[in-house]
């Protein structure tokens, strides 16, 4: 079975979350789950730019990125978080390698915006080094940054960059790890399955709103993209991967509806 687990950022801002993640992440390859870990770090961006006097603003939820934050992009999203996260893993037995959207035109994009500034829209994604990585047990992690092909970097949305993994690569199962129980309902309580059109009536009704809007349009996405599951469950519940992958109903599953994949 082929998984992409979708990690964010708060998660990984800690020692003891990165290890604990990561050797969960570890022993689910153990079992023979070929897999590919996407990453975010926004939480990590915004201290980075904090600490040298630059604002972070957002337009519709996502970072305005200049040429000075493009290259905090890179240093934070495809540099320390990723190589942090990536040492965790491997100190799990995982043999994983670090990536970005860039390296063989992984993930392709376009700008978004130019209101946005560096901010892409994924045009095309290439499973084919996650293809080589897997097949030759290691473990891809793939940080949100992707690129063009006249050498253009950008900047994009971490969940909207394992949509693209996940789709491309075949994956049955997309698994985003968040600070959030799950997605909620208009009476504050976690559904614990939804589907797509159900998905959708939550965000016209004003019920999912920022990020968890955005993290159900991702979800939508993958569905009609060919993933036949996606869970978004509590990163730091105990054994949470373990859970969601034996089926366990922790956190939200969504499907594209009847007559689909349970």
């Known amino acids: ?59 519709g939820g996502l970072r305005v990125t200049s040429p000075e934050t493009i290259d905090a992009v890179l240093k934070v999203f495809a540099g320390s978080v990723n190589h942090e996260l990536v040492a965790s893993l491997n100190r799990a037995g995982a043999l994983a390698v670090g990536l970005s959207g860039i390296d063989a035109f992984l993930v392709e994009a376009e700008q978004m915006s130019p209101v946005l500034g560096a901010v892409g829209r994924v045009t095309e994604s290439n499973p084919a080094l996650l293809e ?18 006249r050498g253009q970097v950008y900047n994009v949305n971490a969940d909207q960059m394992a949509v693209a993994c996940a789709a491309a690569f075949g994956a049955r199962q997309l698994i985003f790890l968040t600070d959030v129980e799950g997605v909620l309902d208009g009476a504050g309580r976690v559904r614990p399955v939804l589907t797509a059109a159900e998905s959708r009536r939550l965000i016209a009704d004003g019920v999912a709103t920022g990020g968890m809007q955005a993290k159900l349009e991702a979800a939508l996405a993958a569905l009609a993209g060919g993933v036949e599951q996606v869970r978004i469950a509590p990163g730091a519940a105990e054994g949470v991967l373990e859970r969601v992958l034996t089926g366990d109903g922790i956190g939200t599953r969504m499907t594209l509806g009847e007559g689909h994949a349970a």
Do not use: W
């Open 132 to 149: 080589l990585l897997t097949a030759n047990g290691y473990l891809p992690v793939v940080a949100c940054v992707a690129g063009d092909r």
């Open 1 to 59: 079975m082929r998984v992409l687990v979708k990690l964010g950022g708060t998660l990984l801002d800690s020692a003891e979350s990165r290890d604990r993640l990561a050797a969960q992440i570890a022993a689910a390859r153990g079992c023979g789950i070929e897999m590919v870990v996407v990453h975010g770090g926004g939480k990590q961006m915004t201290r980075y730019l904090t600490e040298r006097g630059i604002e972070s603003r957002f337009v």
